[in-house]
C-alpha cells in the first residue's frame, strides 16, 4: 500500500482530478502554507490556481459552465486541499455550500444570474446562519426582514462568515414573520436571502457592514468575519427559490453536504499530520536507533493510520449516499463527528512524536495544532451531531411493543 485513504471504485475522470488537486497541493500549497498561515495573509495566488483549475465550479452543472461533478469527487478535493492547508479548503467550502443551495433551492432566474459566475470564480459566495448569542441554537435567530413594497429590510448581526470579506455573495438566514402568523414554528419563518456586496471591509454596501477580520487562534489566511444588516434593502427576487419561509430547511441542506467536507476536512488534515508524524519518527534518534523503532511509536503510528482509514471510509460513505439521492444526515452526522474527533486525536499523537520540536513554529505540526479544534465545531458541534445521529437511529430502530 502506497499511500493511505485510497478511494476504491472511481471512475478515469474523477482519478484524474483528484490526481491534478493532489499534484497542485504538493508544489503550490504545501511549500508555502505554513508561512502564509503565520503572517495570516489571504492566499490569493493559490486561490487564482484553484481557479484555473475549475475548482469553484466543481458540481455547479455544465450547463452553467461548471463540472458537473459528484460530492464525492468534491468531497475528495477537499480532503486532498486540507491536506496542504485548511483554511484554503474552507474558501472553496463556503462557495460551494452557495453554489448547492442555489441548485437545489433557487429560482430559474437566480440560477442563470449567478451560477455562471460562480463556476467562473467571478462571483465567490459565503453563507450565514450563526449569531453572537445563539450558537448552536439556530432557531433563536434574531435578525429579521420586514417587507416594504418590492423590497425586504433587513437588520442585525451575524458571525464568524467564512470568507465574509472577500465574498461577493452571502446567503443569509433571517427570521421573516410576513406570512407567518404569531406562534408559527420558529423554523417555519425562517427565510434565506441572497445578498450581493463588494468585497472587502467596513461598509461594503448601504446597510450592510463587515467590520473586519476575527483574530484567530488557527485557521488564519481565510477571513472570517462579522456581518451587521442597518436598514439593509434587498429585493424580493432576492429571497432564495422566491418564497420566504423555508430558508431553514435551505440552510439544512446546505449544511448536511457541508458536513460532509468537514468530515473530508478532518480527514486531509488526518492524513498530513500521520505523514509528518510517520517521516519524523524514521528522522529522530533516540538510544541509538530511530524512534520508529520503538514499540511505543509504532503502536501510535499503527492507532493513527487506522483512524486515518476509518474516517476517510466513513466520509466516502456518506458523500456516495447524498449521491444517490438517498437521505444521508445520519451518515453525514457520523462521519462529521468521527473524522473531526480522529483528526484531533492524530494532529496530536503526530505532535507527541515530534516531542519538543512539535511546539516549534518552524514545524508544520504546530500548525496543524491550532487548525485541528476548529473541525469539532464548525458544521455543528459533536453533541450536535450526537444528537441528530441519536434521533436517526430512534427512527430507524423503533421499538415495537
Known amino acids: 500500500m502506497a499511500r493511505l485513504a485510497q478511494t476504491a471504485g472511481l471512475t478515469d475522470v474523477q482519478q484524474e482530478i483528484v490526481s491534478t488537486v493532489r499534484d497542485f497541493v504538493d508544489k503550490e500549497i504545501i511549500p508555502v502554507a505554513t508561512e502564509l498561515e503565520h503572517r495570516d495573509e489571504y492566499p490569493q495566488a493559490i486561490v487564482d490556481g484553484l481557479r484555473e483549475l475549475g475548482l469553484f465550479g466543481l458540481m455547479i452543472p455544465e450547463e452553467y459552465g461548471g463540472l458537473g461533478e459528484s460530492l464525492l469527487t468534491y468531497a475528495l478535493c477537499v480532503e486532498e486541499i486540507a491536506r496542504g492547508w485548511m483554511s484554503v479548503s474552507g474558501i472553496i467550502n463556503t462557495h460551494f455550500i452557495v453554489a448547492y443551495m442555489l441548485k437545489q433551492h433557487g429560482t430559474r432566474k437566480q440560477k442563470d444570474h449567478f451560477l455562471p459566475r460562480m463556476a467562473a470564480g467571478d462571483i465567490r459566495g459565503a453563507f450565514s446562519m450563526s449569531e453572537p448569542g445563539l450558537g448552536s441554537d439556530v432557531s433563536a435567530i434574531t435578525s429579521k426582514a420586514v417587507k416594504d413594497g418590492d423590497e425586504y429590510v433587513l437588520t442585525g448581526q451575524k458571525m464568524w462568515l467564512t470568507n465574509g470579506g472577500t465574498s461577493s455573495l452571502v446567503a443569509v438566514l433571517v427570521r421573516s414573520d410576513e406570512g407567518h402568523p404569531e406562534g408559527t414554528a420558529p423554523h417555519k419563518s425562517m427565510t434565506t436571502f441572497l445578498v450581493e456586496k463588494e468585497p472587502g471591509f467596513g461598509e461594503v454596501r448601504p446597510g450592510l457592514t463587515i467590520p473586519g477580520k476575527i483574530d484567530k487562534m488557527g485557521y488564519k489566511g481565510v477571513d472570517t468575519t462579522e456581518l451587521i444588516m442597518d436598514g439593509l434593502r434587498v429585493p424580493a427576487d432576492r429571497v432564495l427559490g422566491g ?23 478532518g480527514c486531509g488534515v488526518a492524513q498530513r499530520a500521520f505523514e509528518l508524524g510517520v517521516a519524523y519518527a524514521q528522522q529522530r534518534h533516540t538510544f541509538g536507533k530511530p524512534i520508529a523503532q520503538h514499540q511505543a511509536i509504532q503502536f501510535k503510528l499503527a492507532e493513527m493510520a487506522t483512524k486515518v482509514e476509518a474516517a476517510h471510509a466513513m466520509m466516502v460513505n456518506a458523500a456516495r449516499k447524498k449521491d444517490s439521492g438517498e ?7 457520523m462521519a462529521k463527528y468521527l473524522a473531526s474527533e480522529y483528526c484531533k486525536e492524530v494532529v496530536e499523537d503526530a505532535f507527541r512524536i515530534h516531542g519538543g520540536y ?3 513554529k518552524e514545524y508544520e505540526i504546530e500548525r496543524l495544532y491550532r487548525e485541528a479544534p476548529m473541525l469539532l465545531i464548525g458544521e455543528g458541534t459533536a453533541e450536535i451531531q450526537k444528537m441528530i445521529i441519536g434521533r436517526r437511529l430512534l427512527e430507524e430502530y423503533r421499538f415495537q411493543g
Open 327 to 333: 437521505r444521508n444526515d445520519l451518515e453525514a452526522g
Open 243 to 265: 418564497v420566504t419561509g423555508r430558508g431553514f430547511y435551505q440552510m439544512m441542506d446546505g449544511v448536511e453536504v457541508g458536513r460532509v467536507n468537514v468530515a473530508a476536512r
Open 358 to 360: 512539535g511546539f516549534s
